[in-house]
């Protein structure tokens, strides 16, 4: 809870959505009244920091497609929807290059990958969506 600055962002999933901008002191006097609230935010530290690990360790020891198949996998459960043929869509909010710097790859390089398996008959893909195949 320092005071650096992220470059990440959030998506709100419906329209009624309201952001709230506190400072790092009233969020930890908010956390010591309010137990509930401490235990989701721990859960969801701890959530992000196995994703983290897992991140690591498919940068470390596995090969950039199977990186990108994994990844794939996350996606399919976070965004996922099963359709009547059986394969699934994936709508997410990433880019080629996002995804690229995830997996620890050149964009080029996930482009050549994602027509590999579309050749393959793995995958189907466009901007914001991707099918995998049953």
């Known amino acids: 809870m320092g005071q650096i600055k992220h470059n990440d962002f959030a998506q709100s999933l419906t ?30 530290i701890g959530i992000r920091l ?5 991140r690591l360790e498919l940068l470390l020891f596995k090969d950039s497609r199977t990186r ?3 990844y794939l996998v ?4 976070e965004y ?4 009547a043929n059986g394969d699934t869509l994936i709508k997410h909010p990433y880019t080629q290059k996002d995804i690229a710097s995830l997996i620890g790859i050149s964009r080029p ?4 990958l994602m027509n590999n398996l579309k050749e393959e ?3 189907d893909f466009n901007r914001k969506e991707i ?3 049953k």
């Open 80 to 83: 996922g929807q099963v359709l």
């Open 15 to 44: 329209k009624d959505t309201s952001i709230c901008s506190m400072s790092v002191d009233e969020l930890q006097s908010l956390m010591l009244e309010n137990r509930r609230l401490s235990l989701k935010i721990y859960k969801f």
């Open 131 to 133: 099918i995998l195949k």
């Open 109 to 112: 390089s996930l482009n050549i």
């Open 50 to 54: 196995r994703r983290l690990e897992r």
């Open 74 to 77: 996350e996606l399919e459960k």
């Open 121 to 123: 008959n793995y995958l």
């Open 68 to 70: 990108l198949i994994e």
